[in-house]
């Protein structure tokens, strides 16, 4: 098993940003993509980026220029950079592990909790 904690979700204006982080732990040998998936209010869960093990990134296209996900794997650690934050990011943001790489909502075999990114004035 695989444990995932999440931080740094909040409240936060247009234009804004904010860093999170997700923290792996247990059996962390069969982590090779770590990610971050949002889901908005009455809306499918949808990719936000991913990284491998060898540093190969994924971005969704609303996302790229904007948010950078970077990856500590000495910590065991995922983290995301959101930069000029808008109010259509606003949503539960949700890391996940897993084996398979590209990364997909059916492949990942581990989720967090999620945090709260609210974006608004």
């Known amino acids: 098993q695989v444990r995932l904690v999440e931080s740094g979700g909040g409240l936060v204006q247009p234009g804004g940003s904010l860093r999170l982080s997700c923290a792996a732990s247990?059996?962390?040998?069969?982590?090779?993509?770590m990610g971050w998936y949002r889901q908005a209010p009455g809306k499918q869960r949808e990719l936000v980026s991913a990284?491998?093990?060898?540093?190969?990134?994924n971005y969704a296209d609303s996302v790229k220029g904007r948010f950078t996900i970077s990856r500590d794997n000495a910590k065991n650690t995922v983290y995301l950079q959101m930069n000029s934050l808008k109010p259509e990011d606003t949503a539960v943001y949700y890391c996940?592990?897993?084996?398979?790489?590209?990364?997909?909502?059916?492949?990942?075999?581990?989720w967090g909790k999620g945090t709260l990114v609210t974006v608004s004035l």
């Open positions: 996940a592990v897993g084996l398979n790489w590209p990364p997909s909502i059916t492949g990942m075999d581990y």
């Open positions: 247990g059996r962390t040998f069969s982590i090779n993509a």
């Open positions: 990284v491998n093990s060898g540093g190969s990134t």
